[in-house]
């Protein structure tokens, strides 16, 4: 079974500061991984996703992701973190051999930027 | 405009009622999801179509869900005898056969109360 850990409920950041938002997974197999965005009152919207090569992947509005396998972490960053950054922040994980599974979401961790 | 929609965004009704949301995907895109979140958690799986063919419904929350894409393109959630533990967001997305590895584009949503 999969299943995607995020250890944090709230992550308070002042601007300019860098951030990390923390993901761990759990898959028998290879997983592909994703981070998705949530605004108030709004659907998700794709931040980056990690496939194969290169462990660190980057995606939208300066996020990037570093996979650890290790470790089965995708823990997702920004290196000076805005305002605007603040919303819901869900880590997603799909089996890579699993067949015809669809993604598996964490919790999701609330991201505050304060000025 | 392009992206999933849909329709209604929001959705009051009395408990016992039946309701019925429905989702347009993004143009071609072969795969059809329906996911289902409440507040505090992250979205969480209840089945998927291939085109017309809905190839996971054991999810479904109880038999009085049920979902239909009966031309490969539109789908709908119908919720029977609505109940208070239904109320929540209800997320649509969709993505591209290609691959395991597609992220899926979300919807902003239903959101249903029962009252």
């Known amino acids: 079974a999969q299943s995607v850990a995020q250890p944090e409920d709230q992550v308070n950041v002042a601007e300019g500061n860098p951030l990390t938002v923390k993901c761990t997974y759990s898959v028998s197999g290879n997983p592909y991984l994703f981070w998705y965005v949530q605004y108030p009152n709004r659907g998700l919207q794709f931040l980056l996703k990690?496939?194969?090569?290169?462990?660190l992947v980057k995606g939208s509005y300066g996020f990037e992701a570093e996979f650890n396998k290790s470790q089965t972490s995708f823990h997702l960053k920004k290196p000076s973190a805005l305002v605007s950054d603040s919303a819901l922040y869900f880590c997603a994980v799909r089996d890579r051999f699993s067949g015809n599974t669809p993604l598996v979401f964490g919790k999701g961790t609330r991201l505050s930027v304060i000025a | 405009d392009t992206g999933v929609s849909q329709d209604p965004r929001h959705k009051i009704t009395k408990r016992g009622q039946n309701v019925t949301f429905r989702c347009d995907p993004i143009?071609?895109?072969?795969?059809l999801y329906w996911y289902r979140q409440t507040l505090g958690q992250g979205p969480e799986f209840l089945t998927y179509?291939?085109?017309?063919?809905?190839?996971?419904k054991s999810r479904l929350l109880s038999d009085r869900f049920s979902a239909e894409r009966p031309k490969g393109s539109f789908s709908t959630l119908e919720i029977q005898r609505t109940e208070q533990g239904d109320s929540a967001m209800y997320l649509c997305?969709?993505?591209?056969?290609?691959?395991?590895?597609?992220?899926?584009?979300f919807g902003q949503g239903t959101r249903l109360t029962v009252v």
């Open positions: 143009s071609e895109h072969n795969r």
């Open positions: 179509f291939q085109n017309e063919a809905q190839l996971e």
């Open positions: 990690y496939i194969t090569g290169d462990n």
């Open positions: 997305a969709s993505s591209i056969l290609t691959g395991m590895n597609t992220e899926a584009f």
